[in-house]
């Protein structure tokens, strides 16, 4: 009882960071692709292109739908992407019953729930909620199908959904969801049956991605070429993308999630080899397929950490797995406090507090995601010098959310946006 209590817990506390304030966030940012697509092209061409700013065709499809229904709105935008970020934190603990024990299983959600990178992306309406549970969906239900478990047309038809939704959404998820035709390739090339069978998974995963993409990629195949071999993966960016997959800002607190990630790693190997191997295999060619494309602002940890939310969660999964080794607790009740108690001390000295500040509509704003050390977050320590205007300074005089303040013109963008530092003021 005490780990299904937790996970309760877990889940009530993922739908609160993900739903506080949501009502009131201002868009900015790439979620304004999509607007900007929707304001000037009709469906034809939504569905037909790719442009250089990635729009992503699925969601601005949404949009148009709700621009021809009910209307656009913040929530309209944002709510999809939050029902799959709320999806994976049940979801994928369900799909994966059969790997590890419950209270790994527990422990996972509560690392799902209060990551805030995971918590970010179900906030912003873009589309890598999505693309980090389809990546989950499409690598358990892959290796399950393979594995020959009850219901294999079922995990097979999942595979195939869940990997052409995510390609869909956004191409880079295909770096990880196609890697697992590779992988059980080289581990059974001599097996005349199994390779048959990897071809006809193949034959249909291929040929709906084909439909879904070829025309937008045939169509504007130099700016889809256009955003590949521009910038680099340095080591600095792999340093601090560890940071945001850890969802710290601590180097003591991201060595212990690498302690605990690869004691996990460890634990499904000598447990299971090929589930293992597999895991691992994925993540890091799909990883390398990633750095080797060398896509455009890839130099950013922000950006590597984007395309890499496919296996993010997969990662987080290895981590429970040494979190509970690390704490052998006999008691389950104390055994699942603990993990309570540590999963408190980690929410409470990382970032997300500093987005509860209310009102805040700017939690999707780069001061808060760029770095989540302030020391080196440029959108911190390169914010504009000039003090806060006086008005806002004569606004904070007034209780906290007794007035609604209307601005116009603002920028759209991060770089320019000091609104975020004047709401602090006047609240």
């Given at each position: 009882m005490s780990w299904w209590a937790l996970a309760v817990v877990a889940a009530l506390a993922a739908a609160w960071l993900r739903l506080q304030q949501m009502g009131s966030q201002i868009v900015i940012d790439d979620e304004w692709h999509a607007l900007h697509k929707l304001l000037r092209a009709d469906l034809l061409d939504i569905l037909t292109h790719l442009d250089y700013a990635d729009y992503s065709i699925p969601i601005t499809v949404y949009f148009r739908l709700m621009r021809d229904t009910i209307g656009v709105s913040?929530?309209?935008m944002h709510l999809p992407m939050l029902v799959a970020g709320l999806a994976l934190v049940v979801v994928a603990p369900w799909l994966v019953r059969s790997w590890t024990s419950l209270a790994v299983r527990v422990t996972w959600v509560v690392l799902l729930a209060i990551s805030p990178f995971l918590v970010y992306v179900s906030r912003t309406a873009r589309p890598y909620a999505f693309t980090a549970l389809t990546g989950t969906i499409a690598l358990v239900a892959f290796e399950r199908w393979w594995r020959g478990t009850t219901h294999r047309r079922a995990w097979a038809a999942a595979y195939v959904a869940a990997t052409v939704a995510g390609g869909y959404l956004?191409?880079?998820?295909?770096?990880?969801?196609?890697?697992?035709?590779?992988?059980?390739?080289?581990?059974?090339?001599?097996?005349?049956?199994?390779?048959?069978?990897?071809?006809?998974?193949?034959?249909?995963?291929?040929t709906l991605l084909a439909l879904a993409l070829l025309p937008p990629v045939i169509n504007d195949w130099f700016m889809f070429t256009a955003k590949a071999g521009v910038d680099s993966v340095t080591p600095s960016t792999a340093y601090r993308t560890l940071f945001l997959l850890s969802g710290t800002g601590h180097a003591v607190i991201v060595l212990l999630f690498l302690a605990c990630a690869i004691a996990g790693a460890w634990r499904v190997w000598r447990r299971d080899r090929v589930l293992a191997a597999y895991l691992l295999v994925t993540m890091a060619v799909g990883t390398l397929a990633i750095v080797a494309s060398r896509p455009n602002w890839v130099q950013h940890p922000i950006v590597f950490t984007r395309y890499l939310v496919s296996v993010m969660p997969l990662a987080l999964l290895f981590a429970a797995e040494g979190l509970v080794a690390a704490t052998p607790i006999r008691s389950a009740a104390a055994h699942a406090a603990c993990i309570a108690a540590i999963a408190a001390i980690v929410?409470?000295?990382?970032?997300?507090?500093?987005?509860?500040?209310?009102?805040?509509?700017f939690t999707g704003h780069q001061r808060f995601q760029f770095d989540y050390d302030d020391a080196r977050n440029p959108f911190v320590t390169e914010r504009p010098g000039e003090p806060v205007p006086a008005f806002y300074r004569e606004l904070a005089r007034a209780p906290a959310g007794s007035l609604t303040l209307i601005e116009a013109p603002w920028r759209l963008e991060s770089h320019f946006n000091p609104l975020v530092w004047y709401q602090h003021t006047h609240r």
């Open positions: 913040e929530w309209s956004h191409m880079t998820s295909l770096a990880f969801t196609l890697m697992p035709f590779v992988f059980f390739f080289v581990l059974s090339w001599r097996d005349r049956a199994a390779v048959t069978r990897l071809l006809r998974m193949g034959i249909v995963t291929a929410v409470a000295t990382g970032p997300l507090p500093a987005q509860w500040a209310s009102p805040n509509q």
